[in-house]
């Protein structure tokens, strides 16, 4: 009986059970997710990042500390989630991850400050991994939706 590799396609990234691949292609957040499933297949996403580790694994993947890259985090307007209200760093609504749960309260530390590194303060209702010069990390950054930026993808390995 021959056994069945489940490796991820060149220029993907294993991670657990999950193939990473980083799509250098300016598109909205909707465009994105889209070229996600058409790529990658029906079970692709955007990348899920649930923790610190994931968030780190996939830091050092990221090739230009330029440019911000789409995740699968999207504000969901208040009274749409069944889960309670998000700190007060999240006005008008909660995120959820793409996989519908909620971001959950450790690791809010991966957010930029409300007042981020453009001394701006956004108010965007999807999120980005964005690097932070001052203190040399990928933070997560509030963006509109419609901005066009590069993405990372997920998909699981045994698809």
């Avoid at 029906?42 to 649930?50: F, G, R, S, Y």
């Avoid at 996939?58 to 500390?65: A, F, Q």
Wanted: glycine content about 6%.
């Amino acid at each position: 009986m021959t056994q069945q590799q489940h490796i991820c396609d060149e220029h993907h990234y294993r991670y657990g059970l999950y193939c990473y691949v980083v799509v250098e292609a300016s598109l909205s957040q909707s465009e994105a997710r889209n070229g996600c499933v058409t790529n990658f297949g029906n079970d692709a996403t955007l990348a899920i990042v649930k923790d610190q580790l994931t968030q780190n694994f996939i830091s050092t993947k990221l090739p230009n500390l330029v440019h911000s890259y789409w995740i699968g985090l999207d504000r969901v307007p208040a009274g749409q989630s069944m889960t309670s209200p998000a700190p007060s760093s999240v006005r008008n609504g909660v995120f959820e991850y793409s996989d519908g749960t909620r971001v959950q309260r450790h690791v809010w530390q991966m957010w930029l400050p409300r007042s981020d590194v453009d001394g701006n303060s956004p108010t965007g209702n999807c999120a980005s991994m964005t690097y932070d010069h001052v203190t040399s990390e990928w933070r997560w950054r509030e963006q509109d939706c419609s901005a066009r930026l590069n993405y990372i993808c997920q998909y699981f390995i045994m698809s």
